[in-house]
């Protein structure tokens, strides 16, 4: 899973370097995507050129 921002200029992050940065670990990060995308923050869309991963908007 790959997240960046849908109006910044920052690059994708992958859940390992999401992870790494902010110190939380990677179940967690899923966990806490989740909760964003449930209440509406992020949108989880498919990777263009990776199946496995998604980008959140």
Known sequence: ???CA?????PCRSR??????TGIEKSSVVLFLDAL??????ERRP???DRRAH???
């Open 1 to 3: 899973m790959t997240a």
């Open 6 to 10: 849908g109006r910044s200029a920052a």
């Open 16 to 21: 390992s370097v999401l992870s790494k940065v």
């Open 37 to 42: 995308e449930k209440d509406g923050w992020v």
């Open 47 to 49: 990777h263009p050129g």
């Open 55 to 57: 980008r959140c908007i």
